[in-house]
């Protein structure tokens, strides 16, 4: 017989499924509390119409929340076991077992949690050493998941440039996007979306949202932009909901990565929800697998606010709940 969790321990997972990153900032999980059992649930009722019509952003979302779960479940010195679920709003139910000594690696991941923001800004001018960016992309590698570093960037500046201008002039488009990124002030800021001071307009176009005043710079400079990043492309064997889960949680483990060794970054995935972006990534870039995200990292040049959570206690779904 395992031991319950403490309401100190539940805290403690809680807050580390509430730092993950998500799409706009939504958050679109729950924990559901069974004893030694928790379920992550996806709201799906977090609906992003024009910039995710599908949800898979919102299955990344949760597959990074499972990770910090994971992570933390560890770090309580527990040892974890993880059900993927095929369907319904259940993603995966975490069983925390027996007493387990935690290990050096995931204390480290666990303590990056606190640390780890989106990084929209340029980066200082320092390459990272190549067995640093080797060790993120294994830190994301899995059975189906590859993590890789872009081939040729003009081909990824041409689709990325294509992907700017049409989402700069996607008018339903930016008026979803900017709902999302306005009320995290005022009278009805509840704690999520994506505070404007959080994006940098001297970032690259593709660095963070695109919106209408997003300047597009041609081809070739945003080429030589490009390769004065570091960037490393998730892709995954399939496109099913396990493939969008476990691409998110490897997404998160490579940012862990990146911030247990001082690196920090930024995740993009606007461009490759428009029609036809992925296809020709995987042709044009030689890729293994479907791109899930392309993660963009760094030295800091400038430091990054950390964004807004909603309240704690609105994670937790109260048995036979819907909310
Ligand atoms: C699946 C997923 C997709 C995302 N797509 C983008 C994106 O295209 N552009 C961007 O600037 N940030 C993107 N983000 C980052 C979120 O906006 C960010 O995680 C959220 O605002 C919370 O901020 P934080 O990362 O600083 O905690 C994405 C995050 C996730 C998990």
Known sequence: MTAALTTEQIGVLARAVSRAPSVHNSQPWQLLIRGTEVD?????????????????????SCGAALTNLELAVRALGRDCHVDLRADGDVVATVTIGRPRATSARDYALYQAIGRRRSHRHRFFHNRVPTDVCRALAAAGETTGVHVNV??????????????????????????????????????????????????????????????TGTPVPDDAVLADRLAAENLLIICTDGDA???????????????????????????????LHLTGVRARLVSELALPGVPQAIFRFGYPAVPAAPSPRLPLGELFRPPGGTR
């Open 150 to 211: 872009p081939g040729p960037l003009d081909k990824l500046a041409e689709l990325l440039g294509f992907a700017t201008r049409v989402l700069r002039d996607d008018r339903g488009y930016q008026r979803e996007l900017a709902v999302w990124t306005t009320h995290t002030h005022g009278w009805d800021a509840h704690g999520d979306g994506v505070a404007e001071e959080a994006l940098s307009p001297e970032a690259l176009p593709v660095a963070g949202l695109v919106r």
């Open 40 to 60: 992550l649930i996806e709201r799906r009722e977090v609906e992003l119409r024009r910039h995710d019509p599908l949800g898979r952003d919102r299955v990344l």
């Open 241 to 271: 909901r396990a493939d969008h889960l476990a691409a998110g949680a490897a997404l998160q483990r490579v940012w862990l990565t990146a911030a247990a060794k001082a690196l920090v970054g930024s995740v993009i995935t606007q461009p």
